[in-house]
């Protein structure tokens, strides 16, 4: 596991390092301290209000999706969502993805595979919001058609932005496609049938082999597919995937708002609540891809590119997406260290014990109940 998690790491770091030099190779570092120590940091905590407000209805939006097959309290989602994302913002490879399913499995024994499956529901609620709201914002957002901004070797401009997305909601496209047919009963029971039947192409090398194919291969996937579906039941009740979208649509709004509060302490950062709302969806559109834990440097290089699209001087840019970032970090990463301390959560216990490792102990403490 510590190779791994040393790869990743490794791989994550060079390329936030490649992002950021990008970002930064302009901007001298004089520029970039003297922009930092203009912003008005009062403006720091109302920013920061709304951005727990948006993990708040997380934890609600979570436990709508969990409620399909397990109800389980506030706190009792709350925890392990914090913790989750205090993960992604320490550890590389977004093993907070892991943990989080893996809490949830060890405190109110929800099977993995269908904790796993509820947390990739909230991805899809939430791309599906982006890749929706840039949609209408591009419509309504003006860009210079004839600005391109060089990053690496590549030229980014408005059509770069019009093309990931239109791809990305094909992507979406056959990803909703796939959830439908797991998650509704006829269409599951062909895909099971057939995953079932599929050791019978190898009938020439006996049956004890094509049973043991069965045994090893078909039985796991089915059980993976039936702990899926079960995570993705919600989507056989529409009154709850209104909910979702809805919590989800609000979730985006409290995070732009809280980029907008921020901006109105930081000097040249003059765009609308759009424009803002703009910026956001291109950084979490670079954030997208793989990177050190918390972004850092693709979020940089995202926030640069997206602010100087609206015409933002480049130390401006800089120093604003840079203090915006750890606005959005930092607190995430205390709420989360507070919940693993209040639950008694071992943190690297967790993913050795999802990763196959041995376990000297529980991932709980003894004290806790």
């Not at 936030?16 to 009062?42: E, G, K, M």
Request: glycine share 6%.
């Amino acid at each position: 596991m510590k190779q791994k998690l040393f790869i990743s790491l490794f791989v994550g770091i060079a390329l936030s390092a490649v992002a950021l030099y990008f970002a930064f190779r302009n901007v001298p570092f004089h520029d970039l301290t003297a922009y930092l120590s203009s912003i008005q940091y009062a403006w720091v905590f109302p920013a920061t209000l709304l951005v727990l407000a948006s993990f708040a209805l997380r934890v609600v939006r979570w436990q709508i999706i969990l409620a399909t097959f397990h109800r389980i309290g506030f706190w009792n989602a709350f925890h392990p969502l914090m913790i989750g994302f205090m993960v992604n913002c320490i550890l590389p490879g977004r093993v907070g993805e892991v943990v989080r399913p893996a809490l949830l499995q060890k405190r109110d024994r929800v099977p993995f595979s269908s904790g796993l499956a509820t947390v990739a529901a909230e991805r899809v609620f939430d791309i599906t919001l982006l890749l929706g709201l840039f949609t209408v914002i591009m419509a309504f957002v003006k860009i210079d058609p004839d600005l391109s901004i060089p990053f690496g070797a590549y030229r980014l401009n408005r059509d770069t932005l019009v093309t990931v997305n239109a791809q990305m909601v094909k992507i979406m496209a056959v990803l909703v496609a796939g959830i439908a047919l797991v998650s509704f009963s006829r269409t599951r029971t062909l895909i099971t049938r057939l995953i079932w039947n599929l050791p019978m192409l190898f009938f020439p090398a006996g049956r004890p082999f094509t049973e043991k194919l069965r045994e090893k291969g078909s039985k796991t996937v089915i059980r993976i597919i039936e702990n899926l579906a079960s995570g993705f039941s919600l989507v056989r009740r529409p009154r709850r995937v209104v909910a979702c979208l809805a919590l989800s649509f609000f979730i985006w709004v409290l995070l732009a708002g809280s980029m907008a509060v921020f901006a109105v302490g930081c000097p040249g950062i003059d765009l609308t609540f759009f424009e803002l709302t703009a910026v956001m969806i291109i950084v979490c559109f670079f954030i997208a891809l793989p990177s050190a834990p918390g972004f850092w440097g693709l979020w940089e290089a995202g926030g640069v590119f997206a602010l100087a699209l609206f015409g933002v001087a480049k130390h401006e840019a800089a120093g604003f997406t840079l203090a915006n970032h750890a606005i959005q970090m930092f607190p995430v990463i205390l709420v989360g260290l507070i919940s693993a301390a209040v639950t008694g959560v071992n943190i690297l216990e967790v993913i050795r014990e999802r990763r196959g490792q041995p376990v000297e102990k529980n991932v709980f403490s003894e004290n806790v109940p």
